[in-house]
């Protein structure tokens, strides 16, 4: 239906009341959805962080954790009911984000995970974009390297580590946490470097990170469904991790986001030239370098990148998603002795379809919690820049 109503859209008038309508029928339909879904696990489910904080961690319990929280969003929210939704928002990036996904799978360029829909695309040659991007020079000189945990960024992972570099990455949609430290002269014995380039190897061996541990990153990587090769604006999968992950570690001073390198590896089909800088939102982050398996790309006209977290843009639909910006926003509003502006409410969009076949592991091992000092919290101030148009 949004397809057919973009496509025949009259006057501006006459896509408004269509926009009401749409929007009108499919917000009450997703509230209950959400309502029934998610209500009774909040209240009574475990999750992945109390499992973390036990004496042993159980593989089988948080995969099967984690497998079941996305199926339950899936579940709560219609697929065709937020496609059309977010296209009323962002109809640019939700039509360049179809057409890719749908080359991809279309094209045999797609690797499992499949259907690559509503993810970060894992793609043919996605190994060998990683063997260019460790001859980046300023990959080379980098001690800590932050990638997304998403699978075409896996070699990457695995590069980094294996390179004797120090690995940043997020847990899963900040979902159970923030970031984990990996190194791999840290690993136990028996542990290989392979093991730790998934969520679930992060989960057991990686070192949680709090907002207070002070470190540098040095290098970003992030993963793109697609982006631009004359200013870096890159389009994700539509959940805005990435944006909040820049925007936290550029707040806290653990990266500086006018310096810090910011790298995307995709497939060469994957670099298009129909995305509007001029229409990106102030937190978007475009990147510097674009590395496919068969080039290497510098921006020549990099859009300006964000510096800080956007309250104003957070909607509490996400905010509630995330614990750690919670505790954020409640020591910078305790800091600074004001409340923090909320973003608008949304509709949060669907997380990608697993296949149902999951193999099982037996492993359990003992972690302990350090504690952390905590240290000074930075101006919860950000800098709005102007966008490239």
Request: hydrophobic share 35%; net charge positive; with cysteine.
């Amino acid at each position: 239906m949004a397809v057919w109503l973009f496509q025949h859209r009259g006057t501006a008038m006459q896509a408004s009341r269509r926009a009401m309508v749409l929007v009108g029928g499919f917000l009450c339909l997703t509230v209950l959805q959400l309502t029934a879904a998610f209500v009774p696990e909040l209240n009574h489910a475990p999750g992945p962080a109390s499992m973390l904080k036990s004496s042993s961690f159980d593989e089988d319990a948080y995969e099967k954790d984690r497998l079941s929280k996305d199926a339950d969003a899936m579940k709560a929210m219609k697929e065709e009911a937020e496609m059309q939704f977010a296209a009323l928002r962002t109809p640019w990036k939700w039509s360049i984000r179809k057409r890719i996904w749908d080359h991809l799978e279309r094209e045999e360029i797609a690797r499992p995970p499949r259907p690559v829909h509503h993810r970060i695309p894992n793609f043919d040659g996605a190994a060998k974009a990683a063997e260019r991007l460790g001859d980046l020079p300023e990959f080379q000189i980098a001690n800590c390297v932050k990638v997304n945990p998403d699978t075409p960024q896996k070699a990457v992972r695995h590069m980094v580590l294996s390179r004797g570099k120090t690995l940043l990455t997020p847990q899963p949609r900040l979902r159970t946490g923030f970031f984990s430290i990996l190194h791999k002269d840290k690993l136990p014995p028996g542990v290989t470097i392979s093991e730790v380039t998934v969520s679930k190897g992060v989960a057991k061996h990686g070192t949680p990170v709090s907002l207070n541990d002070e470190y540098t990153v040095d290098l970003v990587v992030v993963g793109s469904t697609a982006v631009c090769p004359s200013t870096g604006a890159r389009v994700g999968k539509g959940e805005g991790f990435a944006e909040l992950e820049w925007g936290i570690l550029s707040l806290q001073g653990n990266l500086d986001a006018s310096k810090t390198l910011c790298v995307t590896t995709v497939h060469d089909d994957q670099v298009v030239e129909d995305i509007p800088a001029g229409q990106l939102t102030k937190h978007d982050v475009p990147v510097d370098v674009i590395v496919t398996p068969t080039r290497t790309i510098r921006v020549p006209n990099r859009a300006p990148k964000p510096s800080g977290v956007f309250w104003d843009l957070l909607s509490p639909q996400k905010l509630a998603q995330i614990r750690v910006l919670q505790q954020l926003k409640r020591e910078l509003e305790e800091q600074n002795g004001e409340k923090l502006p909320s973003g608008p409410d949304e509709v949060l969009p669907p997380t990608a379809k697993r296949n149902n076949r999951r193999r099982k592991k037996k492993s359990s091992t003992s972690k302990s919690n350090s504690g952390r000092q905590p240290r000074s919290r930075q101006s919860g101030g950000q800098r709005e820049r102007t966008q490239q148009t």
